[in-house]
């Protein structure tokens, strides 16, 4: 019930890949405590990963979600929902969710006075991510400088050991097949090293998204938040798609093609 331009869904999409990610990464040997630099954050990197998939399941699905499938069903019975009251409080509460919860950088007209109480008990995604890109960040960067002997690695204890998912996910399998993980151990390039710069390089996209105020996150008219069909009527559903396997593999011979020239 997203507006596809709302960014939003785009940090949705990108909470949900880092879910996937984080479901390896949990199997990988941090050592985060033991780093004098690391380690003095004020956050802890079991914890981030441990809350993470509640910033969709319970902000999003219930906290910012109920309020959003009310608007939406309200509006689909009462066009002119959005200018009564009780639509005028709706249209606040979510507005506000938006900001409290994904889009820090959100601007825009409160049609009440009214401002809700954010009532996440969780650190904020704005904060967490930050958080989260510095740790990445200065692991993938001391990855770098110690792949060409695998020396030892400063806050991972298995850089090297190939990655782990207990439960293979669509994520995980597309990682299998850019990194080789049919490989055996000594050619892989399916390692707790390889898996940590993806998820940095992810991290990195969603950290700029909702924490850069200049992104295209921050470009769509805040009032246009739900999924509309072309005559302005709510619309309560998209085109399922079922080509992306099909995408993903010709994205693949393409830049083989690409590296054979």
Sequence with gaps: MLNPENGVQVTLVLIKILDDL????????????ADEKLGALPDSLGTAMSDWSFYIEDLFYKKLGDYLRDFMNSLYSQPDYPNTNYGKENINNILWREKFFFMPNLQFNAPTLTKPRN?????????????????????????????????????????WDRYEFDIPNI????????????KDDKTTAATNSNLIKYTMCVIAVLDWWINNPDTPAYTTDS????????DGSPEFSAEVRSDQNQLFADAIKKAVAARAK
């Design 22 to 33: 984080f479901h390896g990464c949990r199997n990988i040997n941090f050592n985060i405590k």
């Design 119 to 159: 009532d996440s008990k969780y650190e904020p995604l704005y904060n967490r991510t930050d958080y989260l890109r510095t740790i990445f960040t200065v692991l993938g960067r001391r990855i770098d400088e110690n792949a060409a002997a695998k020396k030892p690695v400063l806050g991972v204890l298995n850089p």
């Design 171 to 182: 994520v995980s399998k597309r990682m299998d097949v850019l990194l080789g993980a049919k």
């Design 223 to 230: 009032s246009r938040f739900y999924r509309m069909a072309p």
